[in-house]
């Protein structure tokens, strides 16, 4: 084994960031859907990929990166790029990863994973959802305080940036950026962060990896949050040091019912009750109903146990009584709560809105911050004195190490906005003031009973 791939080492003569053999990678297959209006869902076969920066990165017999990267086999970016391997991945065993028809499980075990929905042709799927709503199962029973099982999109390369200098690509998850322009990502574009064409000098891992990246979902099972975080840049953008400031929002403008005075909304037993699972949709509204518009909202509804229900209404003083993200809502939020002006200097929901334009990349993960507590998910994130300041109900007293932890995603589905969720038998599905779907699950019918209200009979 070691000769083979020492030798197949030797024979590439190309400059390029390896695929390694130890581990034959097996992508984990997982179901997803495409539905319209009148022509209902159609299932698509895909898989997950685990992020480069998981994996094993060696040469012949060495890990490359044993703490920081070894500088006698990384000298300079080309030896680097040439002489390490990026390696197959055991999912379930060593990431806890696994799948089952729609299904992604996410066990928390070593220090949880990170993966990206693949197509059948080994590139990231590409989701358009401006004029469209993206809808998922999620079982966050599991999930407590300081762990966050995620799912969000990301602006980055389709083919994960494969090129000359990265043969690995998207089918091994390279590629990642977001709108933190992490600094700790190994191979940027093919060049190993330490030494790169970019900072021939640098050997301190600032080489950052920005792009925009609209958080669908960021819970634990004590609170949620759905947040666009605007970048000025467009695709994955590198940057050096200092460059990498103040490219992205960072903070975003977050919805988070807690945090907007509903305290009773999301968490065990409440309305969106975490102990079961639940549907969630995100619309994407636009101003002129027609993905080439401006976006304009970003709406939110939950299902369970079949009954639809809408985002909590904001319920503190000086903002607008909005169940939605609009950008009266993210403008009063700065200025009633002191968040940051970061969303609107970096384009607010419009420049989110372009961004979703050209396509995004969905991204999965579950990972913890013990140390500092989630408290910008689930906590105190300010001075308790003043409003809006608390976010959840976790303490540092709830803060614990649990390696069992996990989070189940599933039914991933995109289409147009209403085709993705239905009403069962009885349910509403019509009627001034009602915001729910109008469609009902086969075999039942959407059946006018007054102007206030229609219903799947
Ligand atoms: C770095 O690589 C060199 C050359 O293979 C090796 O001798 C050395 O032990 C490695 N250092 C670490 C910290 O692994
Ligand atoms: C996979 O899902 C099916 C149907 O939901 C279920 O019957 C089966 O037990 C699951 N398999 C595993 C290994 O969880
Ligand atoms: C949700 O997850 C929990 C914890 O993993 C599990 O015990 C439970 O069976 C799951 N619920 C459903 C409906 O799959
Ligand atoms: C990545 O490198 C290629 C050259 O190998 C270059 O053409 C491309 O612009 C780079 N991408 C980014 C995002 O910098
Ligand atoms: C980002 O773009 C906005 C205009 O869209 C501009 O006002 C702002 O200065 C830019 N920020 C950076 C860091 O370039
Ligand atoms: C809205 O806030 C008030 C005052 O804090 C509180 O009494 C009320 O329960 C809140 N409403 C909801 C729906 O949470
Ligand atoms: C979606 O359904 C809601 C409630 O029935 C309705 O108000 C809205 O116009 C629908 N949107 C579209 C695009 O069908």
Redesign the pocket.
């Known amino acids: 084994m070691l000769s083979i791939l020492a030798s197949s080492l030797l024979a590439s003569l190309a400059v390029a960031q390896q695929i390694g053999t130890f581990t034959p990678e097996v992508h984990p297959p997982i179901t997803y859907q495409t539905c319209t209006?009148f022509g209902g869902c159609a299932t698509h076969k895909g898989s997950v990929t685990l992020d480069a920066n998981y994996r094993w990165l060696h040469t012949a017999r060495q890990t490359c990166n044993p703490a920081g990267f070894n500088k006698t086999l990384c000298p300079d970016a080309d030896t680097c790029a040439e002489t390490c391997a990026l390696d197959g991945a055991d999912y379930a065993g060593t990431y806890g990863v696994t799948t089952n028809g729609s299904a992604l499980h996410l066990l928390f075990g070593n220090g949880g994973a990170r993966v990206y929905l693949l197509d059948d042709t080994d590139n990231y799927v590409n989701f358009h959802v401006m004029?469209q709503e993206f809808t998922f199962d999620v079982n966050v029973s599991n999930v407590p305080c300081a762990y966050n099982g995620a799912l969000y999109f990301s602006e980055m390369p389709s083919d994960g940036g494969i090129s000359a200098t990265n043969k690995a690509g998207a089918a091994y998850g390279t590629g990642y950026c977001d709108a933190q322009c992490p600094t700790g990502i190994n191979f940027v574009n093919g060049t190993v962060r330490v030494i790169s064409a970019y900072s021939p000098t640098n050997f301190d891992g600032t080489l950052g990896s920005c792009c925009n990246e609209m958080d669908l979902w960021e819970a634990n099972s004590l609170s949620t949050q759905l947040t666009p975080h605007p970048c000025n840049v467009t695709g994955e953008f590198i940057c050096t040091g200092t460059g990498c400031s103040d490219l992205c929002d960072s903070a975003g403008c977050e919805f988070n019912p807690f945090r907007m005075g509903n305290e009773a909304f999301y968490g065990p037993g409440d309305v969106v009750d975490t102990t079961k699972v639940m549907t969630v949709v995100t619309?994407f509204i636009t101003d002129n109903?027609r993905a080439s518009g401006t976006l304009s909202s970003i709406r939110r509804f939950y299902v369970q146990d079949g009954k639809v229900i809408p985002n909590s209404m904001v319920n503190l003083s000086g903002l607008p009584k909005v169940n939605s993200i609009t950008s009266d809502y993210c403008t009063a939020k700065m200025n009633v709560l002191d968040d940051s002006t970061a969303f609107n200097v970096h384009g607010g929901l419009a420049h989110m809105g372009h961004s979703l334009a050209r396509g995004a990349v969905l991204v999965f993960s579950l990972w913890d911050d013990l140390g500092g507590g989630m408290t910008w998910l689930d906590g105190l994130a300010g001075d308790a004195s003043q409003p809006g300041t608390l976010r959840g109900p976790c303490t540092a007293a709830n803060v614990a190490s649990n390696p069992a932890s996990s989070v189940t995603f599933s039914n991933i589905r995109v289409g147009?906005?209403?085709?993705t969720f239905s009403q069962v038998h009885f349910g509403q599905?019509?009627?001034e003031f009602?915001?729910?779907?109008?469609?009902c699950t086969d075999p039942f019918q959407c059946v006018y009973s007054n102007p206030y209200y229609s219903q799947c009979l």
């Open positions: 209006t004029n619309q109903n147009d906005i209403n085709s599905c019509g009627g009602y915001e729910g779907p109008a469609l």
